[in-house]
């Protein structure tokens, strides 16, 4: 039997994972012929809640399930494995500011970062989910200097995703019809959901929509949409958030389609002018299980003014939280 790819994943016994698990252990990340084991992290206090989980896992008899291992020990979690989910973090509670929860998120993402540096193969895949997703990943990457910086991500896939439904809706068109939908810059309601480069069924999505609705309409609804869905359901996007972690680690390992491309966030290399080290949403290609930022696009300049004000709170994030890394 082929190895399993082993799979750590912080926050295991929350809503995310609660679905997000089961399309892992099911073939839905890595594949229907490849293996997993899952190495699942909770604090002390959730462990009764992960067993149940993996109860439930159990009693899916999921033929590519080969281990699930459940742990408060961060150092038992990140031991021998290929890809690490950290989806675990503190909620912002009633009365707290976003400096507030960047500090007590940044304590748990720097100890883990520590931890993870010191047992984890170098070239181990990250993707943070836990918000805010894009400065816990600068965080985890200045505590984790033994690990290859690029393989640091975080997730802006479920924005990705969303914008490719807001368009899909507007055009009247299948998801598969939509290429190219790219968002650039932060996870958070800075980011920007761009149309310039989109293409339906082969068309320049922007000859097919008006400019006012793809600047006034678009942008605000995809970059609100998790405010939106807190507010209809009370807690903060589950099932959509696991879809879109399952979609970002495997397009990194299958591969981005020909004439398609995915958004991550990645360490910036100083492309399009961001900040070097900046977890930055940006378009890339993926093959052989490595990404490679596309270069070259012109963009206009309210795209490159609403990039800028993304990457200045990313620097604003880093300030506030430069004594942890
Ligand atoms: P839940 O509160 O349901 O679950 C979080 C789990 O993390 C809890 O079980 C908690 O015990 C655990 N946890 C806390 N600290 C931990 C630590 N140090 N080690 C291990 N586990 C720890 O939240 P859920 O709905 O699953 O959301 C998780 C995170 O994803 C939140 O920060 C949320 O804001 C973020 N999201 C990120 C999204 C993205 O696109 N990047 C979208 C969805 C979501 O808002």
Redesign the pocket.
């Known amino acids: 039997m082929t190895d399993p790819v082993r799979i750590a994943i912080?926050?295991a016994?929350?809503?995310?994972?609660y679905s997000m698990l089961f399309r892992i252990a099911s073939g839905g990340m890595y594949g229907p012929n490849q293996p997993v084991a899952l190495q699942l992290?909770?604090?002390p206090q959730?462990m009764k809640v992960l067993e149940a989980v993996k109860m439930e896992l159990d009693d899916c008899a999921f033929p590519l399930l080969v281990e699930t291992i459940c742990t408060d020990d961060p150092k038992v979690a990140f031991t021998n494995i290929d890809a690490a989910l950290f989806?675990?973090?503190?909620?912002r509670g009633p009365g707290m500011e976003r400096s507030d929860l960047l500090k007590d998120n940044g304590k748990?993402f720097s100890s883990?970062g520590k931890v993870l540096n010191d047992v984890a193969n170098p070239d181990v895949k990250v993707c943070v989910?836990?918000?805010p997703?894009n400065t816990n990943a600068f965080i985890l990457k200045a505590n984790a200097p033994n690990l290859n910086p690029r393989n640091i991500t975080a997730?802006t896939r479920?924005d990705h995703n969303r914008a490719i439904s807001q368009l899909a809706e507007k055009v009247n068109c299948t998801v598969p019809e939509i290429k190219k939908m790219l968002i650039w810059g932060n996870?958070s309601t800075t980011q920007v959901p761009d149309i310039s480069y989109c293409t339906v069924n082969g068309k320049d999505a922007s000859s097919l929509v008006d400019q006012q609705w793809a600047q006034e309409e678009f942008i605000p609804t995809v970059a609100k949409r998790?405010g939106a869905v807190i507010a209809a359901r009370g807690?903060?996007?589950?099932a959509s958030?696991g879809n879109?972690v399952v979609d970002h680690i495997a397009s990194w390992v299958n591969g981005t389609d020909d004439g398609d491309w995915t958004s991550m966030s990645v360490p910036s290399d100083g492309s399009y002018g961001i900040t070097e080290g900046l977890i930055y949403s940006f378009p890339v290609t993926c093959k052989n299980g490595d990404y490679e930022i596309v270069q070259g696009l012109e963009i206009s300049d309210f795209i490159q003014g609403k990039m800028k004000e993304s990457e200045q709170e990313l620097l604003d994030e880093a300030a506030d939280v430069k004594e942890m890394c």
């Not at 989806?87 to 909620?91: D, E, H, L, M």
């Not at 807690?235 to 589950?238: G, I, P, V």
């Open positions: 912080t926050g016994a929350g809503q995310i994972c992290l909770e604090i959730a989806v675990g973090a503190k909620p748990i883990l989910v836990g918000n997703a997730l479920l996870h998790g807690s903060s996007s589950a958030a879109a």
